[in-house]
């Protein structure tokens, strides 16, 4: 997952358009922890700075806005699910022809490759890393070019973006920006990333107002947006400098599939997407669950559970609502280090040691007990067996452990790096043996029907009701998914795995290897290095590269 967010303001002469772009990367922060970046313009003049870390990092608390001056402009917190980690894949992205075009992408395409291999033999433009976005990016570039004008308008910005929906097979939500011009912002056919847009009064212009695009609605309301619209699937918006939102449906809508994954696990509970009030989705989640559970033990095993106890903090809405609906009592017995961001995110092995890091528990509220442990959902088991496992040492007599979210059993391809299926804890198991794996008594998972209806049931009055992508739980995408993208994500994963025991053999012996798509290369044969890949040891997890083309 990544956030996005862009802003033009309504005085053309206004300079602060990275003071609100900044402040939004802070209600977005949880989308993305890898890196993060802003791109401005004044004038006719694009200013940007990215880099790998968190916001208050990148900006360095905010004392780098200053360098930033602009009334328009697009920023990025990235999480990555193609391509590698390294800085020069950090977002927005910029290609200098036609026009000065900037880009941020939430989304993930299935069909590089062949993106790829359009963009070097057809279009013949250079794409310098790995990452998925910057083929979009030149896809779009190219169409625009290829229009032939020396200076574009609207249409002809949505005329070129047309050749992004045919050649691109994903799902992804942008935000563009086009020097001096305006801001672009589009979503794919399904809407399976989510997208909305808000205004609010010039402070400068009578009558003049500003826009906001984020990827969750807190970012807006936080600023002081209101009227939140969401982007349709299929949908672009133009807003020209000095102007107002141009919308213009480029694609035929093949559903409003919003990724279900949101509403899990991603979304901030404050957020309402496409309608739906993430807070009350969980709740709703915590209220089916009940159900299943009752209707799953015995009524010995039901009986016997002292206490529910949430795994903070995604699962704690839905936990709470369990507590309730089976009539036990709610404990927020382990406490979470607020000082440590989300598990779920940095590499396999921060993830297990943070865990422990990041949550310890309250001894008493487990001794003698049989307790009922909550979470949103179980990927690897990482987060389950070693809370599990605490429980244990603190004298808990009897550990479940219940999943607000269905077995995922399938890659995910949208946008959300989940794992190799094979580490998927669920791949190929039964919930008995996931209970086994992570050391529970038992394992209850939400049904799929269920979970779907949660977040039906949560769409507000007045806004459509929609569909949900499902892909990880059911292994039915909704987008076509060629099977050579597997193979390419297998292979993408697999030079990692070789990449880091090469490093680490590297470490005692002679020289750092680089793994490429064709196997381990020396630095000096890599043609496609970037200046961040080879500064030292402390940047070694960022090295590999893989290039679709196969021209590493
Ligand atoms: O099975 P695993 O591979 O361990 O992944 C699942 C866990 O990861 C997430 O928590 P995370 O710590 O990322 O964030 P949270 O504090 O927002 O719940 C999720 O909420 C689960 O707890
Ligand atoms: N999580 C995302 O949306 C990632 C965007 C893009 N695929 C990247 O890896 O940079
Ligand atoms: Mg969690």
């Given at each position: ?288 669950l009940a159900k299943k559970i009752k209707d799953t033990l015995?009524?010995?095993?039901f ?141 209850v998972?939400?049904s ?105």
């Open positions: 997952m990544c956030g996005i967010s862009a802003i033009l303001l309504g005085d053309p002469k206004a300079t602060t358009a990275a003071v609100d772009l900044h402040e939004s990367l802070y209600y977005l922060q949880h989308r993305g922890q890898d890196a993060a970046g802003i791109a401005v313009c004044q004038g006719g003049r694009v200013y940007q700075a990215k880099s790998n870390g968190l916001a208050s990092k990148v900006f360095d608390e905010g004392r780098r806005i200053a360098e930033l001056p602009g009334f328009m402009g697009i920023s990025h917190l990235r999480y990555p699910t193609a391509g590698t980690s390294s800085a020069s894949e950090a977002q927005p992205f910029y290609v200098n022809s036609p026009f000065g075009l900037s880009m941020s992408i939430n989304g993930n395409i299935t069909n590089p490759q062949e993106v790829a291999r359009f963009l070097d033999q057809e279009a013949r433009r250079h794409v310098n890393t790995a990452s998925d976005s910057e083929l979009v990016l030149n896809v779009f570039a190219n169409a625009l070019n290829e229009l032939g004008k020396a200076r574009a308008n609207v249409d002809d910005i949505f005329t070129a973006l047309r050749d992004v929906y045919k050649r691109c097979i994903g799902a992804y939500s942008c935000v563009a920006m086009v020097a001096g011009f305006g801001l672009l912002a589009f979503r794919d056919s399904n809407g399976i990333r989510p997208l909305c847009l808000g205004s609010r009064p010039s402070a400068t212009i009578d009558g003049a107002k500003d826009y906001f695009l984020a990827s969750e609605s807190i970012a807006l309301t936080q600023l002081g947006f209101t009227d939140v619209v969401n982007i349709k699937p299929g949908e672009a918006v133009f807003i020209q400098k000095g102007g107002v939102p141009q919308f213009k449906q480029i694609e035929k809508r093949d559903s409003w599939s919003l990724d279900i994954f949101e509403m899990v696990y991603f979304a901030r509970p404050d957020s309402e997407l496409d309608g739906i009030s993430v807070h009350r989705s969980r709740e709703n989640m915590g209220r089916k015995s009524k010995e095993a009986d016997e559970i002292d206490v529910v106890i949430p795994v903070p903090e995604t699962s704690n809405t839905s936990a709470s609502i369990l507590a309730q609906e089976m009539g036990k009592p709610f404990s927020n017995a382990f406490v979470k280090n607020r000082y440590i961001f989300r598990t779920f995110i940095p590499g396999q092995k921060a993830r297990r040691a943070g865990i422990r890091r990041k949550l310890s528990c309250i001894k008493s509220e487990f001794k003698d007990r049989v307790v009922l442990l909550t979470d949103d959902s179980i990927v690897r088991g990482n987060t389950s067996r070693e809370i599990v496992q605490m429980a244990k040492e603190a004298g808990a007599k009897k550990v479940l452990f219940v999943s607000c979210s269905p077995e995922i059993r399938y890659p995910h391809v949208h946008g959300i790096d989940l794992a190799d299926r094979d580490e998927l804890i669920a791949y190929g198991k039964t919930a008995e043996e996931v209970a086994t794996a992570i050391g529970a008594s038992e394992v998972y939400q799929l029907d269920d979970l779907k209806d949660a977040c039906r049931e949560a769409i507000q009055d007045g806004y459509e009701k929609i569909d949900f992508e499902t892909g990880v739980f059911s292994g039915h995408y909704t987008t076509p998914v060629p099977e050579e993208y597997f193979e390419h994500l297998e292979r993408l994963r697999s030079n990692k795995k070789r990449k880091a025991a090469a490093i680490t053999e590297s470490e005692g012996g002679t020289q750092t290897v680089l793994v490429a798509s064709g196997g381990p290369v020396n630095v000096s044969s890599r043609n496609h290095i970037q200046e961040e890949d080879v500064k030292g040891p402390e940047n070694r997890e960022d090295v590999s590269i893989y290039n679709f083309a196969g021209k590493a």
